[in-house]
């Protein structure tokens, strides 16, 4: 298990550096990047993100024709703006220093914030990890045996409304479902029960600890409602049809001929063959809840985390927040699918991982 786990690590360092490549050569090509959007304030108008032709981050001369908008302006002026955002040297060269520095987690810092990236993520990150670790707890903890329930009571009268209902769990989407319950229980236009805005209130340093816990909940409830509808019924049903599988398996129909009572098959046998499957899409589950999935809800409860803070670098073109980000997620992403492939050994000890060519 060494050997995989070192060839693994050793294949980080290709994916990490492929992803960031393309993500870089993709900015290349960007309309509106930052010194758009400066030379757009400057001239007093918002259109930096409707500019066309290509992005600042390919350009590398100081001409004012290079910029739509720019028309009038200094030329010496375009190359200072040109040399505070890094953009006066060739992409090659802007991208091996930016992977030099990532590789020693400095992230440099935001083009319009003045705060080093590094110092951004860890002020998000709490709410991101509060979203993401408490969906997959409700998720799996829910999911889980309902899917098993469902397994063992395949075509009855509560395996068909229960798929019906997560179905329909699974047809709307996250975001849609936010803006439900805001209209009815966030002061929308019936009940005001829970707050609209943030993770916490205001005074919540001042409350004592048992109303800590209550407020944080109290916030938490709505967008975590939101979050856990697609990955409820996607893990259900997931686990259904897994333990579906491995029930009509030969294994389980000599057990039973055995005397085994059901119970002790169901979770003495079927139970870590079937997990495989649901342990196997983990890593996306995690991925999808700790960031992807939470970047509407964080935006629609006005939730300031990772997801957020990643939207509005992407919407003003802010490099450094886009890139720092994208690096720290996808080197959650690798060494989260390690950790999955750690948990199949452990589940099953008959996989052996020193025999697969990575």
Do not use: C
């Not at 900015?27 to 259109?47: H, L, R, T, Y």
């Not at 110092?119 to 309902?146: A, F, T």
């Not at 798929?163 to 005001?192: E, N, R």
């Not at 979770?267 to 996306?284: C, D, E, K, S, T």
């Amino acid at each position: 298990m060494g050997a995989y786990i070192l060839r693994r690590l050793l294949l980080m360092i290709p994916t990490i550096v492929g992803i960031m490549g393309i993500s870089f050569l993709v900015v290349q090509f960007a309309p509106g990047g930052p010194v758009e959007q400066v030379i757009s304030q400057i001239q007093g108008s918002d259109n930096g993100d409707r500019l066309g032709g290509g992005g600042d981050a390919g350009r590398g001369g100081a001409e004012e024709g290079r910029y739509r908008g720019a028309q009038g302006l200094d030329p010496e002026l375009i190359k200072k703006l040109e040399k505070q955002f890094g953009f006066d040297k060739p992409p090659l060269t802007r991208f091996l220093e930016m992977m030099g520095n990532y590789i020693r987690f400095d992230f440099g810092e935001s083009f319009f914030r003045n705060t080093a990236v590094i110092d951004l993520i860890k002020q998000k990150m709490p709410v991101s990890i509060s979203l993401g670790l408490w969906i997959l707890l409700v998720s799996y903890m829910i999911s889980i045996p309902l899917g098993i329930k469902k397994a063992v009571s395949d075509g009855s009268t509560f395996d068909v409304w229960t798929s019906g209902v997560i179905i329909i769990g699974y047809a709307v989407p996250s975001f849609l479902f936010g803006i439900l319950l805001i209209v009815l229980f966030a002061g929308g236009s019936f009940l005001d029960w829970f707050p609209l805005r943030g993770l916490v209130s205001d005074n919540w340093s001042e409350l004592p600890w048992w109303q800590k816990i209550t407020d944080y909940f109290w916030h938490l409830t709505l967008p975590l409602i939101a979050l856990s509808l697609s990955a409820f019924a996607t893990t259900t049903l997931l686990t259904k049809n897994s333990f579906i599988d491995e029930i009509k398996k030969q294994y389980v129909i000599t057990a039973r001929a055995k005397g085994l009572s059901e119970r002790r098959v169901l979770y003495g046998h079927v139970f870590r063959n079937a997990m495989l499957i649901v342990i196997a899409g983990f890593p996306g589950s995690f991925i999808s809840a700790f960031f992807t999935g939470s970047l509407l809800i964080e935006n629609i409860f006005s939730l300031d985390g990772l997801g957020r803070l990643g939207y509005l670098s992407v919407v003003n073109r802010d490099y450094p927040i886009v890139f720092g980000t994208l690096f720290i997620f996808s080197l959650i992403g690798l060494f989260v699918g390690l950790i999955s492939d750690l948990i199949y050994t452990w589940i099953d000890p008959r996989i052996d991982f020193e025999k697969r060519e990575v």
